[in-house]
């Protein structure tokens, strides 16, 4: 399940750190999805013992403990980290992956049942941090466009979806952009009807085609090369090695354009399923370059954030 490090112009943890977050999120994962499956191999009966155990765990039930439980402890300055890392895990396991999978008949149902639950897990890290908070739009916990990205594509593949920068002061929408391992791909998404045919040309409005009907649309070579741009310049700056690529994707449709312009890759209906299954197979580890990417473009993007209520009174924390 690919990583959501940037959403709109919402806090992202990842932002915090690029080189931290990352990794804890695939060993999160991991251990969350040993858990369930576990659960669900051995039935209810473990889920019930797992339970129990964790009640004992909240209830010491020996002298020393008690005594301790008595004594108020100064908090550690780098608790924060831990506090977050305990939070984590509590809202992935609150977020009914554990209910009803004893009626899931197969072991895909499953692992569709644990990515969807995953969900909300990953809209979380992209909107807020231990002391700050975005308040994120509905639509995003079912867009499905957004939904396909995070849950058929690697871990390691590193996503921010309709990012704002700021740039002089001023902010830019950006195109999807996806940092793998090999490359950082600006993409637009044109879909609409299923087969209809989009004639491309240098104008600025193409022609979509459905059946009798003929309809202008804004050339989205347009967005996807102001991406591109942000992304070049950036990358230039602080010197970071990594390919960039420019896709125009349409996944229930085609793409009719005579001459395409050079740089630009046409990814459509006759074609999809040929490029995402090479980038699914893509095993390649996370790469320092690739997270030098990240923390670049993260670096600029606009935040839009307030402080969350329990650190309200609070002096606050380093980041």
């Not at 003929?214 to 990594?242: G, H, Q, S």
Request: proline residues 6%; charged residues 30%; glycine residues 4%.
């Amino acid at each position: 399940m690919a990583q959501l490090i940037k959403l709109q112009d919402y806090v992202s943890r990842y932002a915090q750190d690029i080189y931290l977050y990352p990794s804890r999120y695939v060993r999160l994962k991991k251990k969350q999805w040993e858990g369930i499956r576990e659960k669900w191999e051995n039935g209810p009966k473990q889920t019930s013992e797992n339970h129990f155990d964790i009640q004992q765990e909240e209830q010491p039930n020996n002298l020393l403990h008690k005594l301790k439980s008595m004594v108020r402890q100064p908090e550690p300055v780098k608790e924060e980290g831990t506090r977050e890392h305990k939070e984590d895990q509590e809202h992935l396991m609150d977020d009914g992956m554990l209910h009803s999978i004893t009626n899931l008949q197969s072991i895909e149902e499953l692992k569709q049942h644990f990515l969807d639950g995953l969900l909300p897990f990953q809209l979380k890290w992209a909107s807020s941090t231990l002391t700050e908070r975005s308040f994120i739009t509905k639509e995003f916990f079912s867009d499905p466009t957004l939904k396909f990205l995070l849950q058929r594509f690697p871990d390691t593949f590193l996503i921010l979806y309709k990012p704002i920068f700021l740039l002089k002061k001023a902010p830019v929408e950006a195109e999807l952009i996806i940092i793998t391992p090999a490359a950082a791909m600006c993409i637009s998404f044109i879909e609409a009807e299923e087969n209809a045919a989009y004639v491309g040309s240098k104008d600025r409005f193409w022609i979509k085609k459905t059946r009798n009907k003929e309809k202008k649309i804004l050339n989205p070579l347009i967005a996807l090369n102001r991406t591109e741009k942000i992304v070049k310049t950036l990358f230039d700056m602080y010197d970071v090695e990594l390919p960039v690529q420019k896709l125009l994707i349409s996944r229930n449709g085609f793409i009719d354009y005579p001459q395409p312009p050079y740089g630009v890759q046409f990814i459509e209906k006759r074609n999809f399923e040929d490029w995402f299954m090479g980038l699914r197979g893509m095993k390649s580890p996370l790469k320092h370059m690739q997270l030098k990417a990240a923390q670049v473009l993260l670096q600029y993007g606009q935040t839009t954030s307030v402080r969350r209520l329990e650190w309200e009174n609070s002096p606050k924390s380093e980041q």
